[in-house]
């Protein structure tokens, strides 16, 4: 409330030439009040259209979560077998899964993949003297012998061992792990291992460069690029309804100028960012607070639900698809990686078939619920006849080598001290193998 009072009243008062004359500010105030009697009117009206975007986005949400695609690729993935899968080729298989954004550990899969030619052999050997001398490092861990001839492996494998065995016959975790926890206190060790990061990272990149190669004609994918225009009107029509509604509620035009402002700006980011859902998320999650300030229940409820559908829509929105055939083939390893997760099939006995399924459950990211599992169903097998990759050490010692070792040096900025692109499909537990929240799920098909 604003109380004019006549310049008569108060006789000793100061005037200036810029102080606002009584019909300027009646006429201001009349404007105001003006703007106060179609306020319910409008906001209605809002209420209406955030209505009808409601039912909009959830209808996107419906599209998303029910995909044809996803459908489709269903239907026609019931026609490949798990006998299939487990004979895929385990660089592919992985390449498979992760729609082509292979992490650090995935380079396991050209190390099983020699190992199903028979040049490969493994054994648990105690770990260097770094590893004895640090309490929380692992004791054990997998050495990986080659013995085989060299002239009929693919690309990728060969360059694997130019790579990480150096030309040699071994492959020993201590060459590839990052610093121990005593060692991160040694400025001397951590140049050391600064520089054999960027090695890694050098040749992790020409690995993935070459695996992409090999894989390009049988398995095609590309982004979702609707997603592109999909953003662009998600980000204008939230702007443009948080506009009017402010407008509608006479908020003052300073505060609606900075809300302008700042939506703007976060709708062009994310329109031009199009390609990760980070950056609209966040743009929504704004536009929740903006939303929160209006002073009109009927419109702020029925607006944050359009903002929580919206979240929801983006969430289940692909960012990378695959042809027909490779979108039904990654169907069924999904349906083998949930097999695996609950300790495989109860016929398969054969040791051969065994060791497969444990390479595959780490390169799928169900290691360690494969291992729990399979310990209770055949004990006796991996008691006495299985392979150093059914021992928990052995775990532990891949963990420490390819997570755990490198977690905060270079700021995890590099593509072999992270854990790959922003939201790829997959396993996102702890360990590359499981190790904090492995529920044996698909991953999301979402992705960044």
């Excluded at 990052?178 to 990061?197: A, C, D, F, V, W």
């Excluded at 490779?326 to 109860?346: D, N």
């Amino acid at each position: 409330m604003k109380v004019f009072v006549p310049l008569e009243a108060l006789p000793e008062l100061e005037t200036t030439s810029s102080s606002s004359l009584l019909s300027e500010r009646l006429e201001q105030e009349s404007a105001l009040q003006r703007r106060f009697v179609e306020r319910d009117r409008l906001l209605e009206a809002g209420v209406y259209v955030s209505r009808w975007l409601t039912y909009a986005a959830i209808a996107g949400v419906v599209f998303y979560a029910l995909s044809i695609r996803r459908l489709a690729a269903w239907w026609d993935g019931r026609r490949i077998t798990m006998e299939e899968i487990e004979h895929m080729n385990p660089s592919s298989l992985v390449y498979l899964f992760r729609k082509g954004k292979l992490r650090r550990e995935n380079v396991l899969a050209s190390v099983f993949a020699l190992r199903r030619k028979g040049m490969l052999d493994i054994s648990m050997e105690h770990l260097g003297t770094r590893f004895q001398q640090d309490d929380s490092a692992p004791k054990e861990g997998p050495q990986f012998r080659f013995a085989g001839n060299r002239s009929g492996l693919t690309k990728s494998e060969r360059y694997l061992l130019s790579w990480l065995f150096r030309g040699t016959e071994f492959l020993k975790l201590d060459s590839i792990s990052g610093p121990t926890k005593s060692e991160r206190h040694q400025k001397s060790s951590m140049h050391i291992y600064k520089n054999r990061l960027k090695g890694l990272e050098t040749g992790f990149n020409r690995w993935r460069e070459i695996v992409e190669q090999e894989n390009r004609q049988t398995i095609k994918y590309g982004v979702y690029r609707p997603r592109k225009i999909i953003f662009a009107v998600l980000a204008l029509v939230h702007v443009t309804l948080l506009t009017y509604l402010y407008i509608a509620d006479v908020i003052s035009w300073g505060w609606i100028g900075v809300m302008i402002l700042i939506l703007g700006g976060g709708a062009a980011l994310a329109s031009i960012r199009w390609r990760q859902k980070k950056y609209i998320i966040a743009f929504l999650i704004v536009c929740f607070f903006m939303g929160a300030q209006i002073m009109y229940d009927p419109v702020v409820d029925t607006y944050l639900d359009f903002v929580l559908l919206s979240i929801l829509m983006v969430g289940l929105m692909p960012g990378v698809v695959l042809d027909r055939r490779s979108e039904a083939c990654r169907s069924t390893v999904k349906r083998y990686r949930r097999m695996l997760a609950r300790g495989g099939r109860s016929e398969d006995r054969e040791p051969i078939h065994l060791e497969r399924m444990m390479e595959a459950a780490l390169l799928l990211g169900v290691g360690r619920r494969f291992l729990t599992r399979i310990r209770k169903k055949q004990p006796d097998y991996v008691r006495s006849h299985a392979s150093p990759l059914f021992d928990p050490a052995s775990h532990v010692a891949l963990d420490f080598a390819f997570q755990r070792s490198w977690k905060g040096l270079a700021g995890n900025s590099s593509s072999w001290s992270s854990s790959g692109g922003d939201g790829g499909d997959g396993d996102s537990g702890g360990g590359f193998f499981g190790d904090s929240s492995d529920s044996g799920s698909d991953g999301g098909d979402g992705g960044d």
